[in-house]
């Protein structure tokens, strides 16, 4: 039953892989190469609008590339808070069982 199941896209499900929600490394990869590109870009067709005192199709197309290059950095962002969280996490567990080491060897050397 469950060996036919598709995903919408057509691709196979591998129910022995772990799905842990971020995305893959090539998507990131491809996300910060194409931000690499685009938000350079847009900062210099922003700044090459700059002479104009009204708005200019270059301050336009800068704002959009580099937004471009913004939203493309979003997968790398995901896995830089599910790092964090992790290091987060342990950070505090470490600490707990810390104090509570400490608290023990208070209560004995009472």
Known sequence: ?????????????????????LPSGGEVGYGILIAIIT?????LFLHLGDNNS???????LGMILIGSGIIC???LVAWL???ASVIVGIGVALFVGIA???????????
């Open 1 to 21: 039953m469950f060996s036919s199941y598709r995903e919408p896209s057509g691709r196979g499900w591998d129910w022995n892989s772990q799905d842990i929600g």
């Open 73 to 75: 950095l979003i997968p």
């Open 54 to 60: 009204d708005i200019s199709i270059g301050g336009i």
């Open 81 to 83: 808070c599910s790092i």
């Open 39 to 43: 938000i350079p870009l847009g900062y």
């Open 100 to 110: 509570i080491i400490v608290l023990i060897i208070n209560m004995f050397n009472k």
